[in-house]
C-alpha cells in the first residue's frame, strides 16, 4: 500500500525514474497522442491532477485548451510554475478549491498507485468538483493487483527500443533498482487496483466509469478508464 508522504517526498526531489531526455519526451509525446482522442472541441479546460513534469500542457493549450496543472510535490508545482509563467493558457493550481465545475477533462495518469486507497474517494471527490456536469476523468496507467516490475520492465525496454532509447533504459533500470524509487517501491509497495473495484469507487463519487481501449501510458499491460461526471 503506498503511503502519501514518503512516495510525495519521492517526487519532491530528484526523479530517477525517466531514465532520460528522450525517455521524458517520448513518454509526453505518447501520452499526448493517447490523450488527443478524447480532448473535448476547443475552447476547453483540462486540469492535468499529479502533472509531474507536463510536458503535454503546451500541446493541449495549441488544441484550445485552458491548462491547469496540479501537482501535490511543492518542488515539482514551483519548476512548472516557472516552466510556463509565459505561457497565457498554463496555469498551476495549488489549492483545488478554489476550481469550482469549470473543467470539461480531468486528467489523473500514473497518479493512482501513489495513492493510498482510502485516499482516492476523497480526491475523486475534489476532481467531481472541479468538472462540470457531464464532464470527463480520464484515468489512466493503473496498476492490477497482478501487475509485477518483470512486466513494467519489459514494457520500458520495448518503449526504448521503439523510441530509440534503448541502451539509455537498460543503464537507467539498472539505476532505478538500486535508487529511492526502487527501494520504495520494494518497502511501500504501488497501490492496484481492478477496474471493477475502481468503477465502485467512482460511482460512489458521482462517476460513470467505462474502460478505454487503450492504455494512456506506454506500458500495454496497464489499463486505463473514463469516468464521466453524472
Ligand atoms: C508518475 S508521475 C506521473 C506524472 C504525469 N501524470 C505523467 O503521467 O507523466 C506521478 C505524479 O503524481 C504526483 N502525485 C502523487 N501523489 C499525489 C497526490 N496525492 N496528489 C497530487 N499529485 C500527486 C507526483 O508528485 C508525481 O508528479
Known amino acids: 500500500m503506498a503511503a502519501t508522504d514518503d ?22 509525446e505518447g501520452l499526448f497522442r493517447a490523450v488527443r482522442p478524447l480532448l473535448p472541441p476547443a475552447p476547453f479546460t483540462v486540469l492535468d491532477y499529479g502533472c509531474g513534469e507536463a510536458l503535454m500542457a503546451p500541446r493541449f493549450a495549441a488544441a484550445g485548451a485552458s491548462v491547469l496543472l496540479h501537482d501535490a510535490a511543492a518542488a515539482r ?28 477533462l480531468a486528467l489523473l495518469i500514473s497518479v493512482l498507485q501513489y495513492i493510498p486507497r482510502a485516499d ?6 475534489r476532481l467531481r468538483t472541479c468538472l462540470k456536469p457531464g464532464g470527463r476523468l480520464v484515468i489512466g496507467d493503473i496498476l492490477a493487483p497482478d501487475n509485477g516490475v518483470v512486466a513494467d520492465v519489459a514494457a520500458l525496454l520495448r518503449f526504448g527500443w521503439r523510441e ?17 524509487y ?47 461526471a453524472r
Open 164 to 180: 530509440g532509447f534503448l541502451l539509455a533504459a537498460i543503464g537507467g533500470l539498472a539505476r532505478t533498482l538500486r535508487s529511492d
Open 77 to 104: 508545482a514551483d519548476v512548472l510554475r516557472r516552466r510556463f509563467r509565459d505561457h497565457g493558457a498554463i496555469t498551476v493550481v495549488d489549492d483545488l478549491a478554489t476550481v469550482s465545475a469549470t473543467c470539461d
Open 182 to 228: 526502487g527501494r520504495l517501491r520494494n518497502s511501500l509497495g504501488l497501490t492496484t487496483w481492478t477496474l471493477d473495484d475502481l468503477a465502485g469507487v467512482l460511482d460512489a463519487a458521482g462517476f460513470t466509469a467505462e474502460p478505454l481501449g487503450w492504455n494512456i501510458g506506454h506500458a500495454e499491460h496497464r489499463r486505463s478508464l473514463v469516468a464521466t
Open 7 to 28: 512516495w510525495l517526498q519521492y517526487w519532491n526531489g530528484d526523479v530517477s525514474l525517466y531514465v532520460g531526455p528522450r525517455h521524458l519526451e517520448a513518454h509526453y
Open 120 to 125: 482516492l474517494p476523497a480526491i475523486l471527490g
